[in-house]
Structure formats: C-alpha cells, structure tokens
C-alpha cells in the first residue's frame, strides 16, 4: 500500500535528488501532461516532457504487450551527452536529466563511438 507523501517530505527529495553530482534538471509532470516544476527553461522543459510522455507510453506497451500484468517503473536512455531518467506513476512523471559522466569508450571500433 502506498502512502502519499507529505509536501516537505516531497521537497526533500527533489532537493536531494537536485544535488546529486551530473545532475542538470528535474521535471515533475502531473496527470495531465503539465510541467509542474522544473529546473529547465520553458522551452527545454516542455521539448522534454514531450518526448518522456512518448517514450514512456511505447516503452509501457511493450511491457505490457509482453506481460499484462507487469508495468513500466523507469526508462533510461543515455546519449553521448546527457542521460535521461524518467520515472513514470500514476500518470505522473519524474524526469532528471544528467550530464553523462562515463568515461569515453574507445577501442577497436575507434570514432564510431566517439
């Protein structure tokens, strides 16, 4: 059973989740698709909420398709740059966008993953 959080208790994690090393947003969309605070600007915000909502619907039916009694609870997808973590529940998402600070790869496959 899951217990709904108190506001303060909420604030605490987004702080703490904010101050992690790498990180360089948060986004919390609510049910109905609104950015409800976000560290981006306008623009960035709604280009990610956009594509998290996406994502996450055809990542769910995936799931779902391959288990209907399973569900999504996080995607990550990491680019050359950033890594994106959306956590979808209850028809709302946490999105924290992060610097990706892996070490470059290299090896025999040299510039291509570069």
Known sequence: MTHPLSRPHVEQILDR?????????????????????????????????????????I?????????PTNDLKILRVRTRKHE?????????????IQADGSPQQTGPMGSLLD
């Open 17 to 57: 989740i904010q101050q992690q090393k790498g990180v360089t947003g948060l986004i919390i969309v609510n049910q109905d698709g609104m950015p409800i605070r976000s560290t981006l600007d306008n623009s960035s915000t709604l280009q990610y909420v956009n594509m998290c909502k996406t994502m996450c619907g």
């Open 84 to 96: 994106v973590i959306m956590a979808p529940e209850n028809g709302q998402y946490l999105i924290v």
């Open 59 to 67: 990542a769910r039916s995936v799931v779902r398709d391959t288990d």
